[in-house]
C-alpha cells in the first residue's frame, strides 16, 4: 500500500521505517529536507496515486491544524486524512468536518510506542467511520505490535485520541507510583541497593511492567538518578484527561494527584520526578534536564 507521511520525527520516522519493512511504499515529508522525500507537502500529494492516504505525525494543535488545513486545499474526493499525534479529540471531531464537506475521509489514531515502536511495534487506538478505518487496516497491521493485540477501533471520529488521553492518564499515575517507591526506598538506610530491589520485582511481582522494566533500565545508567534534576513536564493529555473526567463528573483522584506532582516539580528538585523525567526519557526519548 503506499502512504504520505508528514513529520518524521522520532516516531513518525520510526513508523515511516516499520512500514517500509512491511512492504509499504511510504513517501515522507519534513520540514527538514535531510529527512523528507518530497520538498513540500503540495510535492508529497502530487506523487501518491489517488485515492490518497496521507498520516500527519506533527504537534498537536496549531501545527496539525495548518497542516490539516493545506491538506484540505491539496487532496481530492476519496482521499483519507490520519492523525496520528496527540491532538485533543475534540479537534478531531473539527477537523472531520472540515474534511468531510470536502468529500475528504478523517481518521484519529492514538499511538503508544515512543522510541521503541520500531522495533516493538505500537499500540493504536484508531476512531472514525468504518469505511474509512477498513481502507487502512493494512496500515495498521504493518505498524501494531505482533499477536492479538496492539489495535482497536474504538469507535467514531474522536474515539482513538480519547482513549490515548486516558491511556496517557494512567501512565502519568503509574509512572508517579513507581517514583515515589523509589524515593522512599532511597530513604532508609536499611536497603543497601534500591536498583536492585526494583531489579527483583521484574519477575513474579503484580507490579511487574513495562514501566518497571524502563525503571531499572534507567537506573543501571545513573543509579541513584543523581545526574537528573527533578523536574518532569506533562504533554497536556494528563489535563485533558482531568478536564474531561470534571466535564462527566468521573473522580479520578490518582490520576489528578500525578498532575498536580508534575506541576510540584517545577517549583524545587523533587526526588520523584527524576524518575518520572528518567521513565519518560526512556520510554518516548522525552528530552530531560541535567543538573549543571
Known amino acids: 500500500m503506499q502512504i504520505g507521511l508528514i513529520g518524521l520525527g522520532k516516531m513518525g520516522g520510526n513508523m515511516r521505517e516499520r512500514l517500509r519493512r512491511a512492504g509499504h511504499t511510504v513517501i515522507g515529508y519534513d520540514r527538514n529536507p535531510d529527512l523528507s522525500d518530497a520538498a513540500s507537502l503540495a510535492e508529497l500529494v502530487d506523487k ?5 492516504v496521507v498520516w500527519v505525525m506533527v ?7 495548518s497542516v490539516v488545513d493545506e491538506l484540505g486545499t491539496l487532496l481530492s474526493p476519496g482521499d483519507t486524512v490520519v492523525d496520528g499525534g496527540n491532538s485533543r479529540w475534540t479537534d478531531d471531531e473539527k477537523h472531520a468536518s472540515e474534511l468531510g464537506a470536502k468529500d475528504i475521509g478523517f481518521v484519529d489514531a492514538g499511538v503508544s510506542g515512543g522510541v521503541w515502536g520500531l522495533q516493538n511495534g505500537y499500540a493504536l487506538m484508531v476512531g472514525g467511520e468504518k469505511e474509512h478505518v477498513e481502507r487502512l487496516q493494512p496500515i495498521f ?4 505490535p505482533e499477536g492479538p493485540y496492539g489495535y482497536v477501533h474504538a469507535g467514531k471520529v474522536g474515539a482513538g485520541h480519547f482513549s490515548k488521553m486516558v491511556h496517557n492518564g494512567i501512565e502519568y499515575a503509574m509512572m508517579q507510583a513507581y517514583a515515589e517507591g523509589w ?13 536492585e530491589v ?13 514501566l518497571l522494566d524502563l525503571a531499572v533500565n534507567a537506573l543501571d545508567q545513573d543509579e541513584h538518578l543523581d545526574k537528573l534534576k527533578g523536574f518532569a513536564q506533562d504533554s497536556g493529555e494528563g489535563r485533558w484527561t482531568v478536564e474531561a473526567a470534571i466535564d462527566n463528573a468521573v473522580p479520578l483522584p490518582t490520576i489528578t494527584a500525578s ?3 508534575r506541576f ?6 523533587s526526588p520523584q520526578m527524576k524518575m518520572v523525567a528518567a521513565l519518560r ?5 522525552h528530552a530531560v534536564e541535567s543538573k549543571k
Not at 501518491?48 to 490518497?52: D, H, T, W
Not at 504537534?59 to 491544524?65: I, L, N
Not at 510540584?264 to 528538585?269: A, L, T
Open 198 to 210: 526494583f531489579r527483583s520485582w521484574q519477575d513474579g511481582t503484580v507490579i511487574r511492567s513495562w
Open 48 to 52: 501518491l496515486e489517488a485515492p490518497r
Open 59 to 65: 504537534p498537536a494543535g496549531p501545527a496539525t491544524q
Open 183 to 195: 524515593e522512599l526506598l532511597e530513604k532508609i538506610d536499611s536497603v543497601d541497593s534500591v536498583r
Open 281 to 285: 526519557n526512556q520510554f518516548g526519548g
Open 141 to 144: 497491521e504493518a505498524l501494531k
Open 264 to 269: 510540584s516539580s517545577r517549583q524545587d528538585d
Open 259 to 261: 498532575l498536580f506532582a
